[in-house]
């Protein structure tokens, strides 16, 4: 592959050592990250706590907890709605102050009269 001559690709690769619990279970794992972008490692480190921050809060929730992966809708623009609306639902209840999903839903069950005070 040719590249223009003011541009060379440059690939950094960190490590990372997770060390911890999961469900009672040690996990003792080195994951490995690739990038072509210029930053020193404390700003490499940064980035992926902040990604796996958004993966954690936002795309975890969405396929463990409303099952978005099995939905059998297929049409561009009505994944593209039900993505939205569910991403504004976590937003809503993040809001509210709930930090598990579940717990929000459990509250909110067969109650949706709970909401009214907080559309004024």
């Known amino acids: 592959m ?4 003011d541009w060379k690709p440059t690939v950094k690769a960190a490590g990372s050592k997770r060390i911890g619990t999961r469900k009672s279970k040690p996990v003792d794992q080195t994951v490995y990250y690739l990038s072509s972008r210029q930053s020193n490692a404390k700003t490499f480190a940064a980035n992926i706590r902040g990604h796996w921050k958004i993966e954690n809060q936002l795309h975890w929730v969405r396929d463990a907890i409303f099952k978005e992966d099995l939905s059998p809708i297929c049409h561009f623009q009505a994944v593209t709605n039900l993505s939205l609306l569910l ?3 976590i937003n809503l209840l993040r809001i509210l102050g709930f930090r598990s999903i579940t717990n929000a839903q459990t509250w909110l069950y067969g109650r949706l009269w709970r909401l009214a005070p907080y559309s004024e």
């Open 87 to 89: 991403t504004i639902a």
């Open 2 to 5: 040719s590249y223009p001559n």
